[in-house]
């Protein structure tokens, strides 16, 4: 009997153990997998920061974006690459951002490919990496010959405007802002040109857009040389109809100063809402030097 009761006793103290140890394992990997979870949500918030930064140095100037691997610092209350890497380690451990960039196939001047490489140390024996890539355009410089200009600034006046910085930011259409016709005079007004660098021969304004068809409720786009304070002339007179991808242009004055263009959307809400958006797809001037 007593040895069967000591039998009975250690069958009894292994099971606890392995128990034991099954429960601590769980608990270890719980931790660690929330701990990863939390440093790869992290990594990904510094790789996206490291991309809108490239873009606002792009914006700056594309003569900065050169090819390698840069860090980034502020400088002057503005961003720069410095180095060919950033240390990190205040936010993950032993960690670092480098921002890659790289020509494209077949070589093109006005076109790279930007990675944003985040890596750390999860623990001695294991390195975690995040990596997000883009390729950005020198949108300033379609084609020789040609500056193009965009507005910096908007006035959302009925905050009838979804993503208004959107109508701006990129030259082929591919994000765009949304205005409801659901209102009653000026809707939103983009101002403040870039600053021309040229002596132009020609100069146009351009404007892409789509539209839903409305009720009854209609839209209206108009631009003025005079300030945002100044007379406007329409673009696309008040309507419902609905359209397709569209561009529109107005030849300017080669001598017209940017910094007094405006272009505005102006809605008339004459019945119930109709739900209808114009979508602003680019804005920008041309100038022939």
Not at 76 to 81: D, E, H, L, T, Y
Not at 115 to 127: G, K, L, Y
Not at 242 to 261: E, F, H, R, W, Y
Not at 276 to 286: G, Q
Request: glycine letters at 6%.
């Amino acid at each position: 009997m007593k040895g069967q009761t000591l039998v009975e006793l250690l069958i009894a103290v292994g099971i606890f153990v392995i128990v034991i140890s099954s429960f601590g394992l769980f608990i270890l990997d719980s931790f660690v997998s929330t701990r990863l979870a939390k440093e790869m949500a992290t990594a990904n918030l510094l790789a996206e920061e490291g991309i809108e930064v490239t873009k606002s140095i792009k914006d700056n100037s594309w003569d900065d974006i050169l090819v390698g691997n840069h860090g980034l610092v502020i400088s002057g209350n503005n961003w720069v690459f410095e180095g060919s890497s950033e240390d990190i380690s205040s936010l993950l451990k032993n960690g670092t951002r480098v921002i890659a960039v790289e020509e494209i196939e077949p070589p093109n001047a006005d076109r790279k490919k930007i990675t944003s490489i985040i890596t750390w140390e999860f623990t001695p024996n294991r390195t975690q990496e995040i990596k997000l890539a883009t390729y950005l355009t020198n949108w300033q410089k379609l084609s020789a010959g040609i500056e193009i200009r965009k507005p910096t600034n908007h006035t959302d006046i009925l905050i009838k405007t979804t993503n208004p910085g959107s109508a701006y930011d990129y030259p082929d259409g591919t994000t765009w802002a949304s205005t409801l016709y659901d209102g009653k005079g000026d809707s939103i007004t983009f101002h403040t040109w870039e600053q021309t660098t040229k002596t132009y021969n020609s100069l146009s304004l351009k404007y892409r857009y789509h539209a839903d068809q409305g009720i009854d409720d209609t839209y209206a786009v108009a631009y003025s040389t005079t300030g945002c304070a100044g007379a406007f002339t329409d673009l696309i007179s008040p309507t419902s109809s609905g359209a397709s991808d569209t561009t529109i242009s107005v030849v300017l004055s080669p001598s017209q100063d940017l910094s007094q263009l405006c272009l505005k959307i102006y809605t008339n809400k004459i019945k119930g809402p109709d739900n209808a958006n114009i979508y602003t797809r680019d804005i920008w001037t041309e100038g022939d030097f």
